[in-house]
């Protein structure tokens, strides 16, 4: 077993990487002081993930929201709900699926290595009946239906419908109502037993706790298994956009919109990319930030106004949106600021703000156990580490700012999407 001490001497904090013999990568982030512990353990397998082969062996398709599906199907087993369990720990537990990862976290102030028990228990112990199976897809349904409902949702991935052509990023983390129709329990094995291998998944524990103690429940409870090759496959993607306007009608008080720049994602980024570009981001639209007392001094905007970078396997995006009483001028006026900074470059005292606002912003998430844990997750699982990205904000130049400028955002090729009444023009 191979035990690494990663430190940082700007942050002044320190965890270990453990290569378990199960194949499993564990991390410890020990916060002295601290009664609480959370602890999240996940696997690199998302919604996208519906096109794959295992050991160079023939190509499998499933179908969409099976990742989703599992995550809810997982929870069960013959024993019982693992709520149930950790109710009796008085741990709180959760789950979710995104594009890329699937993840089961909780978090507690007592009985740690009880609650940690169960979460290496059940997640390795799946459990699928064709009655469980079925029961679940009105469940989901109702889910999926209720995502339909909902404006904020609906406005982004009309964006990601308009954006992209080909890749599954576009469509919903829980499918649709026909595609989860399709899934068996033993397409739900099938998935299981290729992605929830150990060594395709990564548990992260921050707070109350210790390495030894971790490992000597990591021991206890982990199975080994043979590592496996998985390839996934995605179609060609082109860097150009499909559409560059969408709209949908809704019952909203106030229009919603979302505004998405197709980046390329030839390969993921790298730390002092990412800290490049969310330096660059929050010099261009933070709530200190030019353009957005412009926004506000036009009434285009209000404090929803909200900015990102979405990037995972095979697609990247900078996203501005939020409420708006005229999307298209606020869109406009975002993509002609950021025609007219490309010219000059950034300013040296805007980049300086920014740079401190991020770095802060970075160094005081070292204080939350969950964002520790989700965060180290999030990295490891992108082939970067936290400690790095943090040093790179710290050390960055505004030079490097302006390089990152001038390769993005390119206003000839995003998408603007909008939620409103249907009375509105």
């Given at each position: 077993m191979n035990i690494t001490?990663?430190?940082?001497?700007?942050?002044?904090?320190?965890?270990?990487?453990?290569?378990?013999?199960?194949?499993?990568?564990?991390?410890?982030?020990?916060?002295?002081?601290?009664?609480?512990s959370y602890a999240i353990f996940g696997t690199r397998y998302g919604s996208i993930n519906t096109k794959f082969s295992v050991n160079g062996g023939d190509i499998i398709t499933v179908p969409d929201g099976i990742a989703h599906y599992l995550?809810?199907?997982?929870?069960?087993?013959?024993?019982?709900?693992?709520?149930?369990?950790?109710?009796?720990?008085?741990?709180?537990?959760?789950?979710?699926?995104s594009f890329e990862k699937t993840c089961y976290l909780f978090s507690c102030t007592d009985k740690f290595d009880e609650s940690l028990e169960?979460?290496?228990?059940?997640?390795?112990?799946?459990?699928?009946?064709?009655q469980t199976v079925a029961k679940e897809q009105g469940i989901i349904g109702q889910e999926i239906k209720m995502y339909d409902d909902s404006p904020d949702w609906r406005v982004m991935?009309?964006?990601?419908?308009?954006?992209?052509?080909?890749?599954?990023?576009?469509?919903?983390?829980?499918?649709t109502v026909e595609t989860i129709a399709e899934i068996t329990a033993e397409k739900l094995y099938e998935v299981y037993n290729v992605f929830y291998n150990l060594n395709n998944m990564v548990l992260c524990v921050a707070g109350n706790v210790t390495v030894d103690g971790v490992l000597k429940v990591a021991d206890k409870m982990l199975k080994p298994c043979e590592k496996k090759e998985i390839k996934n496959y995605f179609e060609t993607e082109p860097y150009e956009i499909k559409e560059p306007y969408i709209e949908q009608t809704f019952p909203v008080s106030m229009p919603l919109f979302n505004l998405g720049f197709k980046e390329k994602a030839d390969k993921p980024l790298n730390e002092n990319q990412l800290a490049c570009t969310d330096i660059l981001l929050s010099a261009l639209a933070s709530n200190t930030s030019t353009l957005y007392r412009k926004l506000m001094d036009s009434n285009l905007i209000n404090?929803?106004?909200?900015?990102?970078?979405?990037?995972?396997?095979?697609?990247?995006?900078?996203?501005?949106?939020?409420?708006?009483?005229a999307p298209k001028q606020a869109a406009e006026m975002i993509k002609q600021y950021i025609s007219d900074i490309k010219k000059t470059g950034i300013d040296k005292?805007?980049?300086?703000?920014?740079?401190?606002?991020?770095?802060?912003?970075?160094?005081?998430?070292?204080?939350?156990?969950?964002?520790?844990?989700?965060?180290?997750?999030?990295?490891?699982?992108?082939?970067?580490?936290?400690?790095?990205?943090?040093?790179?904000?710290?050390n960055a130049r505004l030079e490097d700012i302006n390089a990152r400028l001038a390769e993005m955002l390119n206003v000839n090729n995003c998408t603007l999407s909008v939620v409103k009444q249907p009375e509105e023009v």
């Amino acid at each position: 077993m191979n035990i690494t001490e990663i430190k940082s001497e700007i942050a002044g904090d320190s965890y270990y990487k453990v290569e378990h013999p199960s194949g499993l990568t564990i991390f410890v982030y020990p916060k002295e002081g601290y009664t609480s512990s959370y602890a999240i353990f996940g696997t690199r397998y998302g919604s996208i993930n519906t096109k794959f082969s295992v050991n160079g062996g023939d190509i499998i398709t499933v179908p969409d929201g099976i990742a989703h599906y599992l995550e809810h199907k997982l929870f069960e087993s013959e024993e019982g709900d693992a709520f149930v369990r950790y109710a009796k720990t008085g741990a709180n537990a959760n789950a979710y699926t995104s594009f890329e990862k699937t993840c089961y976290l909780f978090s507690c102030t007592d009985k740690f290595d009880e609650s940690l028990e169960i979460l290496l228990d059940f997640v390795q112990d799946p459990y699928f009946t064709a009655q469980t199976v079925a029961k679940e897809q009105g469940i989901i349904g109702q889910e999926i239906k209720m995502y339909d409902d909902s404006p904020d949702w609906r406005v982004m991935f009309n964006m990601l419908e308009g954006m992209y052509h080909n890749h599954p990023v576009k469509i919903d983390i829980a499918g649709t109502v026909e595609t989860i129709a399709e899934i068996t329990a033993e397409k739900l094995y099938e998935v299981y037993n290729v992605f929830y291998n150990l060594n395709n998944m990564v548990l992260c524990v921050a707070g109350n706790v210790t390495v030894d103690g971790v490992l000597k429940v990591a021991d206890k409870m982990l199975k080994p298994c043979e590592k496996k090759e998985i390839k996934n496959y995605f179609e060609t993607e082109p860097y150009e956009i499909k559409e560059p306007y969408i709209e949908q009608t809704f019952p909203v008080s106030m229009p919603l919109f979302n505004l998405g720049f197709k980046e390329k994602a030839d390969k993921p980024l790298n730390e002092n990319q990412l800290a490049c570009t969310d330096i660059l981001l929050s010099a261009l639209a933070s709530n200190t930030s030019t353009l957005y007392r412009k926004l506000m001094d036009s009434n285009l905007i209000n404090s929803s106004f909200s900015y990102e970078l979405f990037e995972g396997p095979g697609y990247c995006s900078v996203i501005f949106g939020g409420e708006s009483r005229a999307p298209k001028q606020a869109a406009e006026m975002i993509k002609q600021y950021i025609s007219d900074i490309k010219k000059t470059g950034i300013d040296k005292e805007d980049f300086e703000i920014a740079r401190k606002s991020v770095y802060g912003d970075s160094v005081s998430s070292l204080n939350s156990v969950s964002a520790i844990s989700n965060s180290i997750i999030d990295y490891e699982m992108q082939g970067n580490e936290i400690f790095t990205y943090i040093d790179a904000v710290a050390n960055a130049r505004l030079e490097d700012i302006n390089a990152r400028l001038a390769e993005m955002l390119n206003v000839n090729n995003c998408t603007l999407s909008v939620v409103k009444q249907p009375e509105e023009v």
